[in-house]
């Protein structure tokens, strides 16, 4: 890989994870910013393998149950609960505001309001409950699967939407330069480990899923807020993620 692909990787995995692979490359640019957001979903894979290697590992000691909450607190760990935060920004403000201008300002709020809250319980409930409900052939593709399209909808949903605070903010490098090309790019690797993993009807509507998940959330935040911010893009990774864990026993029956 060049250091024109190495360092958007970087970024990418820093931003994502909270595992340092290296402090050398720093001060990114805009574009690299949103070069960056090619490389979610390979991180998203790489975080899925992550917990079906844990998952594996756990089942030596543990009983189902028991492993999937544990699981469920090793992605937060992983990622510092960066999307949960998210998820419960955006529903305090979505939720708290009357206008784009006061839903904007709750979301940057750093307390957690009642929406918030109840909006995580019910969020880590839901993952908990699909975890539990996943048949045993399925556990080990929708594991590595569901981070990686998790955070190419994040992709999409950064695509779909202008950045909706005018005097910036954490996610308005990463959308200022961000292009079709990357959203396609970013895409890729699913049209080889989709068919292979989940089936190729099951793969295609997984995609199909999490693409307008992304985009109608991204209408809503638009409605509501008057764009996407790095909150709304946290939440796009959870509905997705959670939505694709809820679906997927139907979906791999499929295969």
Known sequence: MTTSMVRPFLFAWH?????????????????ELARSMRWYPLVGFIIGALLVAADQLL????????????????????????????????????????????????MRDPRIGVFGAL???????????GLVA???????????????????SMVIAAHAAPY??????????????????DVVWAGVVFVFALPFLWGPSAGALAILSVA???VGFASLSTKLCGGVTGDTL???????????????????SLR
């Open 134 to 152: 996943l048949p045993q052939g399925t556990r080990i593709p929708v594991l590595l699967c569901m981070p990686a399209l998790g955070r190419w």
């Open 212 to 214: 307008l998940i992304a």
């Open 234 to 252: 946290g939440a796009t990774n959870e509905l997705a993620e959670l939505a694709l864990l809820l679906m997927a026993p139907a979906l791999l």
């Open 15 to 31: 931003f994502l994870t909270a595992i340092p692979l290296s402090r050398r490359h720093h001060k990114p640019t805009a574009s």
């Open 164 to 181: 909706a605070r005018k005097e910036g903010g954490l996610g308005e490098p990463f959308l200022a330069q961000l292009s079709p090309r």
């Open 59 to 106: 089942a030596l000691a543990f009983a189902q149950p028991v492993r999937d909450v544990l699981l469920i607190l090793l992605v937060i760990l992983v990622t510092r609960g960066l999307h949960q935060d998210g998820l419960a920004d955006t529903l305090d403000g979505m939720a708290g505001g009357h206008s784009p201008e006061e839903r904007l300002a709750i």
């Open 119 to 129: 909006g995580l319980l019910v969020s880590l409930g839901l993952r908990y409950a």
